[in-house]
């Protein structure tokens, strides 16, 4: 009968945790390096996230700059509408901004050409609003940060989940290595069969992940 602790057992148990060291090693180098990379992803969205959100906020400021300005300009066309003042009304016409100039003007052909009248009596003539193309923008860049804030958010889950493979993969060295120096080859053969299932039940996780390139 064939002694359980032969030498020739024993090199073959050794053999097989020497590569499952080896390919956990590459594995947990790997897992490391994918993690550092979604990293810089994450912190990559972000900061370009951000830039982009500083950036809408500035346009919006000056979209209600300009749209305070339409307004101030409007109130005071009013005004001299309500007294016919023809001249005041151009001089105020000339300095709307383009875009408001535009929907002034769409506005303006809703109503009759005297509007003394209707300013008296009120209620007071609907505002035309028109859209600046700071306002456009700055809603383009906020759609974008929202989409670099998701793709920050995805890429820190994957980081975190290659981290978590490290972990498995740590335990799975540990134990390959106390087979070493285990007292019976039941023990090692034990401890080497716990860390292949480990092995091949990391190996899928991490065959599932989406993987990172420079």
Known sequence: MADPDSPSRNRRLETVASIMLAAAGVASAWATYQSSLWGGI??????TGSARVTEAARLE????????????????????AAVDDRELMTFYERRFAPGFRKVFAEWRAQYPEDLRGQVRQGPAVPLPRAEHPE???ASRLREDASNLFSKADKANATGDRYVAST???????????ISTVARSERQRRLLVI?????????LVFLLRLPVASL
């Not at 994450?42 to 900061?47: G, H, L």
């Not at 292949?196 to 990391?202: D, E, F, I, Q, T």
């Open 42 to 47: 994450q912190a990559s969205s972000y900061a």
């Open 61 to 80: 400021l000056q979209a209600g700059q300009k749209a305070g300005m339409d307004t101030a300009l409007y109130m005071a066309w009013l005004s001299a």
């Open 135 to 137: 306002s456009r923008e």
């Open 167 to 177: 972990v498995i993969l740590a335990l799975i060295l540990f134990l390959l290595g």
């Open 194 to 202: 716990l860390a292949g299932g480990l092995g091949v039940a990391v």
